[in-house]
């Protein structure tokens, strides 16, 4: 009668462990990862790989904390195809973890088309999409245009900007700037005013935000920072879905 009781302890325990082990390691999940923005300064387009670190936390009022770190990668040729990683939620794999479902897009601004896939998914499908000619916009309305005008004097009145001077990042000179936002008082059901702000380097010489830092008191702090930049052509594989993947026109 005593041996379940053991192992019932040790299986706790167990449990126990790995839980600790769980709330101690930051998890890739709830990390909203997105492709790095890219300032064409002087219309500079230099081919590249990147390595980006994007970093989630969070402290919650009852003195918890949410700690997430996911990698991803991005790519740009000489012809202007990019290729992002970007991940939005994790899945549960066969192995009983949660991985993070990532997605890979590949844009391609000669032949007018975008492609992606899913890199965990169990469908093995590369879409294929034609995004539709720009049309000319309709004429506002006037209403339309003092809706447009009322909202861009709220902005401009609660928007204000610093600049951070130049620093040395992965080994890029880079200009930092920062966009403060306030939130005012009773506009979001909000007692105090609330202040979000969003910190941007930018290497000079490519364009590449190198490191971005928003935060804002209702969702907590993103640090998207560029680890590491080599500037020349990747692979060409890398532009095309994996061998084994079904094509499928959209």
């Not at 219309?43 to 009852?62: C, G, H, M, R, W």
């Not at 902005?155 to 001077?165: I, P, V, Y």
């Not at 080599?230 to 079904?246: H, I, M, Q, T």
Request: glycine share 8%; with cysteine.
């Amino acid at each position: 009668m005593r041996r379940p009781v053991l192992c019932s302890t040790i299986l706790a325990s167990s449990l126990i462990l790995a839980a600790v082990s769980i709330a101690q390691s930051p998890s890739p999940c709830f990390v909203f990862a997105s492709g790095i923005r890219i300032y064409d300064k002087a219309n500079v387009k230099p081919p590249f790989s990147a390595t980006i670190q994007t970093t989630y936390e969070q402290k919650l009022a009852d003195g918890n904390s949410i700690h997430g770190i996911l990698i991803t990668h991005e790519y740009r040729d000489t012809s202007g195809r990019i290729r992002t990683e970007s991940s939005m939620r994790c899945v549960l794999g066969l192995d009983g973890q949660f991985h993070p479902d990532l997605r890979i897009s590949v844009s391609d601004p000669g032949a007018g088309t975008t492609i992606w896939w899913e890199v965990n998914g169990s469908e093995k499908t590369a879409h294929i999409v034609h995004p539709p000619k720009p049309t000319a916009a309709a004429p506002l309305s006037s209403e339309q245009r003092q809706i447009r005008a009322l909202t861009q004097a709220s902005w401009t009145k609660n928007t204000r900007h610093e600049s951070l001077g130049e620093r040395t990042i992965a080994g890029f000179l880079t200009e930092g700037s920062r966009q403060i936002t306030t939130t005012p008082a009773g506009e979001q059901g909000n007692e105090k005013p609330l202040e979000s702000s969003e910190e941007v380097w930018i290497a000079e010489d490519t364009g590449i935000a190198i490191l971005s830092i928003q935060e804002d008191p209702r969702s907590g702090r993103t640090t998207q920072e560029v680890t590491d930049l080599k500037l020349g052509e990747p692979d060409v594989s890398l532009f095309a879905p994996p061998v084994g993947y079904r094509v499928e026109e959209q």
